[in-house]
C-alpha cells in the first residue's frame, strides 16, 4: 500500500513540482529556498499521505503546503528585519532588509497566473550567468523534477558532482542576485536562446548518448519534450521554441527504427520507415507550421526542423529530397556557423551532388580544431571514401572514429564498418 502511494507521490511531483518551485520563487524571491520549501512540502506528503490516504487534489495539496512553508520563512524574515530594527539598525537599512510582507505575499501568489512564474523559472535556471553543465543541471533538476541520482545516471557522471552543480548554480544565482522576473524585452532574445540551447543539449544527449553502453536515453528525450512543449506554451509568440519543439517532435519519431532488437545502431538510411511514429511526426509538422507562422527569418532550430521533416515526408530513402536538404543546410551553416554543421552540410551535398563533392567540404574542415576528437568526422569522411572505391582509406577512417567514440555501441557500429571495408577488397 506505501509503495502504491509513494508512486503516486513521485508522479504527481514529476509533474508538478516545476509549478510548485515557480509559485514559492516569486514569494520568496531565491530559486534555491524555493527548492528547499517546496521539498519540505513533499517531505510532508511522503509522511503524511500513507497514513492520511492520497488527498483528491494532489497537486493542489503540494502547492499549499509549499505556499504554507513560504509564508513561515517569510513571517521568520520580517521578524528578523524587525529584530534588527530593534536593536538599532537605522531606518534606511532597515528598510533594505525588510522582506515583502507575507500577506501581501500570499495575496500576490493568488492573483499571479502561474504560467508567468513557469516562465520566470525558466529563464532563471538557464540564465547565462550559470556555466552551460550547471544549466542543464538546474534545469533538470527544477523544471524536469529529476533527482539528482536520475540526472548523474543520465548523463553517467557521479551523483556528487550531479549535486555540486546543482549547489553551486543555485549559490551563483544568489549571488549574482539575479531577479526572478522574466528579462526586459531587449535581453529577452539572448536569454531565449539560452534556454533553447540547455533544453536542446538535454535532447540530444538523450538522442544519442554521448558514452556509456547505451545508444539512446529516452527518458532525457522526454523529458526535453515536456520542457519545449511546455516552453511552447508559455511563449506562443517565438518562432525558435516551436521550430525547437519541431525538430524533437521529428527526431524522436524514428526512435523505435534508430536500434535494431538487440541495441544496435541503425543508422537513418537503413532504418525502416513503417516503424517511425506518425503522431510524432504529424505534431512535429504542426509545431513546424507554427514556427512558419509566427513569422520573421528562420533560425537555426527552425532550419534544422525544415531538415528533419524533408526526412519524416519521405516515404523511403531513395525518395529523400537531398538537393533541398543540402540547401537548408547552405542556409543554417550562414545563420549558425560552425564546423559540425558544416560536416552535415558534406553528408547531404555527398548525397545531393555525389561523395566527391561531399569529401572536398569535409577535407577543408578536417584541419578544424573543433573537430579534433569528433569521430564523426572521420566516419563521415570514410563513408564518403567509401562511396569513391577507396576501401583502405575508408577502412583506416572508421577505425580511427572507433577509437573517438565514447559511446560502446557506437565505437562497435564503427569497428563493423571498418571490418566491412576490409572484406570487400
Known amino acids: 500500500m506505501h509503495s502504491a502511494t509513494h508512486g503516486t507521490i513521485a508522479a504527481v511531483w514529476r509533474m508538478e513540482s516545476a509549478k510548485i518551485v515557480a509559485v514559492v520563487a516569486r514569494m520568496v524571491r531565491d530559486v534555491g529556498v524555493a527548492e528547499e520549501l517546496s521539498q519540505d512540502a513533499l517531505v510532508a506528503a511522503l509522511e503524511r499521505w500513507p497514513a492520511d490516504g492520497v488527498p483528491d487534489k494532489p497537486a493542489a495539496w503540494l502547492m499549499a503546503a509549499a505556499k ?23 531606518l534606511e537599512a532597515q528598510e533594505a532588509l525588510i522582506v515583502p510582507d507575507f500577506v501581501d505575499a500570499l495575496a500576490a501568489a493568488q492573483e499571479d497566473p502561474i504560467g508567468d512564474d513557469m516562465l520566470r523559472l525558466v529563464f532563471t535556471a538557464c ?22 541520482h536520475e540526472i548523474a545516471r543520465a548523463y553517467l557522471v557521479p551523483e556528487p558532482t550531479i549535486a555540486q552543480r546543482i549547489v553551486r548554480a543555485k549559490k551563483t544565482l544568489a549571488e549574482a542576485k539575479v531577479p526572478f522576473e522574466l528579462p526586459p524585452a531587449p535581453a529577452l532574445g539572448a536569454r531565449l536562446a539560452s534556454v533553447l540551447e540547455a533544453i536542446y543539449l ?33 511563449a506562443p509568440a517565438e518562432p525558435e521554441v516551436h ?54 527569418d528562420a533560425g537555426p532550430y527552425q532550419l534544422q526542423a525544415e531538415i528533419a521533416a524533408c526526412h519524416a515526408r519521405a516515404a523511403t530513402s531513395d525518395a529523400t529530397d537531398w538537393q533541398r536538404i543540402a540547401a537548408v543546410y547552405g542556409r543554417l551553416a550562414k545563420a549558425a556557423p560552425s564546423p559540425v554543421i558544416e560536416l552535415n552540410r558534406a553528408v547531404a551535398v555527398g548525397m545531393a551532388e555525389g561523395p566527391a563533392a561531399g569529401l572536398a567540404i569535409v577535407d577543408r574542415i578536417a584541419g578544424d580544431k573543433q573537430l579534433r576528437n569528433y569521430q564523426w568526422l572521420p566516419s563521415v569522411r570514410g563513408d564518403l571514401l567509401s562511396k569513391l572505391g577507396r576501401k583502405d582509406e575508408a577502412k583506416e577512417e572508421f577505425e580511427r572514429a572507433a577509437m573517438l567514440a565514447a559511446n560502446e555501441r557506437e565505437r562497435e557500429l564503427l569497428l563493423e564498418r571498418a571490418a566491412a571495408m576490409g572484406r570487400q577488397h
Open 202 to 234: 538535454i535532447y540530444n544527449e538523450g538522442y544519442t548518448a554521448t558514452s556509456g553502453e547505451d545508444w539512446l536515453r529516452p527518458a532525457l528525450c522526454d523529458e526535453a519534450l515536456r520542457l519545449g512543449r511546455m516552453l511552447a506554451e508559455l
Open 243 to 296: 521550430g525547437l519543439v519541431a525538430l524533437m517532435e521529428l527526431q524522436s519519431s524514428r526512435a523505435a527504427a534508430r536500434v535494431d532488437a538487440k541495441g544496435k545502431p541503425v543508422l537513418l538510411l537503413e532504418q525502416d520507415r513503417m516503424r517511425w511514429d506518425r503522431l510524432l511526426i504529424r505534431r512535429g509538422l504542426a509545431a513546424l507550421e507554427r514556427a512558419h507562422a509566427a513569422g520573421g
Open 127 to 148: 540564465h547565462p550567468v550559470l556555466p552551460t553543465e550547471a544549466r542543464v543541471a538546474l534545469t533538470l533538476k527544477l523544471l524536469a523534477g529529476l533527482t539528482t
Open 68 to 90: 504554507n512553508r513560504a509564508l513561515d520563512h517569510l513571517r521568520h524574515a520580517r521578524l528578523a528585519a524587525q529584530k534588527h530594527e530593534e536593536i538599532g539598525h537605522d
